[in-house]
């Protein structure tokens, strides 16, 4: 099993900045694609950005050119820092990352952290 801790969040204002950071551990041999997704309460869950191993980024809309995604492959830790927040940023944040179930073959199992909150005030 793959375990995935995010950190970084908390409370800005707005106009403010915050850096999250999210780590794979346990039975990692290949992770492949690592994102970060956001749900508000009541609302659905919405993709933020992601990332493949190449460095190939892809943004959400809800990003607005203001959110730059990032990774360091030797640490499998993903990380998303977060410029210009808006009261509409608030929302709990939650780290996700793809890795082959098996060693052998190439089915991918996803895998979800236990998500971070962030809080943009007026």
């Known amino acids: 099993q793959v375990q995935l801790v995010e950190s970084g969040g908390g409370s800005v204002h707005s106009g403010g900045s915050l850096r999250l950071s999210c780590a794979a551990s346990?039975?990692?041999?290949?992770?492949?694609?690592m994102g970060w997704y956001r749900q508000a309460p009541g609302k659905e869950r919405e993709l933020v950005a992601l990332?493949?191993?190449?460095?190939?980024?892809k943004y959400g809309t809800s990003a607005e050119g203001r959110f730059t995604i990032s990774r360091d492959n030797a640490k499998n830790t993903v990380y998303l820092q977060m410029n210009s927040l808006k009261p509409e940023d608030t929302a709990d944040y939650f780290c996700?990352?793809?890795?082959?179930?098996?060693?052998?073959?190439?089915?991918?199992?996803?895998?979800w952290g236990q998500g971070t909150q962030v809080t943009v005030f007026s």
């Open positions: 996700n990352a793809f890795q082959r179930c098996t060693r052998e073959t190439g089915i991918e199992c996803e895998y």
């Open positions: 346990g039975t990692v041999f290949s992770i492949d694609a």
């Open positions: 990332i493949l191993p190449s460095g190939s980024t």
